[in-house]
């Protein structure tokens, strides 16, 4: 029933751009926080970016300035417009939606993963 499916993830050189995004179905996408994580082999999960209901951004020190979250309600649809890569930002990045209902758990549901590969 839910469904987050990413796409635009792909081959990239250094400091060329990507705009990942992600659509979103099964849930009520303007009630949901949404990120974006990334994780390359041996390294830890990292959320890479968050932007609440709200509007409300924060990305991690390693991506702030050359990263920017957005999302557009009329298409259920959350973006990563990622810059000035680098190869350090090759990962899979997972598409993440999640909310919490007051004094409840946190409930999150994940996309399948685009692979991004920052390369010469």
């Known amino acids: 029933q839910v469904q987050l499916v990413e796409s635009g993830g792909e081959l990239v050189q250094p400091g060329g751009s990507l705009r990942l995004s992600c659509a979103a179905s099964?849930?009520?996408?303007?009630?949901?926080?949404m990120a974006w994580y990334r994780q390359a082999p041996g390294k830890e999960r990292e959320a890479v970016a968050t932007?609440?209901?709200?509007?409300?951004?924060n990305y991690s020190d390693s991506v702030k300035g050359r990263f920017t979250i957005s999302r557009d309600n009329t298409k259920n649809t959350v973006y990563l417009q990622m810059n000035s890569l680098k190869p350090e930002d090759t990962a899979v990045y997972y598409c993440?939606?999640?909310?919490?209902?007051?004094?409840?758990?946190?409930?999150?549901?994940w996309g399948q993963g685009t692979q991004v590969t920052v390369s010469s």
């Open positions: 993440n939606a999640n909310f919490r209902v007051v004094l409840g758990p946190r409930v999150d549901y």
């Open positions: 099964g849930i009520i996408f303007s009630s949901y926080a």
């Open positions: 932007i609440t209901s709200v509007g409300r951004t």
